[in-house]
């Protein structure tokens, strides 16, 4: 009895010390692989639908008068920033199947570069383009939800799925003034995919999003994102009549994953649901 009981403890003290090492491991500076994501195998690219037909001629390449220096010359001092190995892995093709593998939580495999393999230059030239890539609302935005991830770190006591750092940054193509190229920043909460060809730009899939949308304490504490959008959100349903919002509301709670449009689903056919803005009303 004796030696059983000795064996079943032995079990569990090595079960104990796995679950430490685990749960308490560091960051690993180049990429976390997960199985959701790193063995699926990419069907041909469709696009999203409405009814698994395909609608052509619904953009056009035309020149757009906006000029895309300032996101070619923020790309290229980015590049010239890293370290060959680090060039080495955050430049794709610019038609690399890296554009689909985006992931916006935070179990994924990352590609690319990370902010916690970088220095404080380099951080800061990712930065920089997004700063030249979106507007300042967008890159202010992208910024404070990469801080709300430092706070959500801290409440679940966990930065190594969460923080500030868990962000990669990866480059398609050369930056050029007349070639395609392009460049993905992604993480939890936060993705940005970044086409351009001339003077046109190309930004979905993007999502911004973050829970919490607001810190009460720690490193950012005062943060908060998204709250003129929640305001307007909730000055648009509460202005719908009735039957509007019996309509415009498809479903009053999420019944298990109902996500559209996430990782994984860029082929989905989201069919056409809700209120049509035909039958809105001016006042709104």
């Known amino acids: 009895m004796r030696t059983i009981v000795g064996i079943l403890l032995g079990l569990i003290l090595v079960l104990a010390l796995l679950f430490v090492a685990a749960r308490y491991r560091p960051v690993e500076t180049s990429r976390v692989v997960w199985p959701l994501v790193e063995n699926f195998a990419l069907d041909e690219f469709v696009g999203i639908t409405v009814d698994g037909v395909v609608r052509t001629g619904l953009f056009e390449i035309a020149p757009t008068g906006v000029s895309t220096e300032p996101v070619r010359l923020a790309a290229e001092r980015l590049l010239a920033s890293l370290s060959p190995e680090q060039r080495d892995k955050v430049q794709f093709a610019v038609d690399d199947d890296e554009w689909r593998r985006w992931a916006n939580i935070h179990i994924s495999t990352r590609q690319g570069v990370g902010f916690a393999e970088m220095d404080e230059a380099q951080q ?109 959100g909730l000055a648009l349903i509460r202005g719908l009549t009735e039957s509007q919002r019996e309509r415009a509301i498809v479903s009053a709670d999420k019944p298990g994953n109902n996500n559209y449009g996430e990782l994984l689903s860029d082929n989905v056919i989201v069919p056409v649901e809700g209120l049509p803005l035909a039958d809105l009303t001016g006042e709104l």
């Open 124 to 232: 800061a030239a990712v930065w920089a383009l997004l700063e030249a890539g979106m507007s300042q609302k967008g890159a202010t935005l992208a910024r404070d939800i990469t801080r709300l991830e430092e706070h959500l770190a801290e409440l679940m006591d966990d930065h190594y799925q969460y923080g500030e750092h868990r962000y990669w940054i990866t480059v398609m193509g050369e930056p050029s003034s007349t070639e395609p190229w392009g460049w993905q920043f992604e993480g939890h909460h936060l993705i940005v995919n970044y086409f351009v060809l001339g003077d046109q730009v190309v930004m979905t899939p993007t999502f911004m999003g973050s829970e919490p949308v607001r810190a009460e304490s720690g490193k950012y504490q005062g943060t908060e994102v998204l709250q003129a959008e929640e305001a307007l």
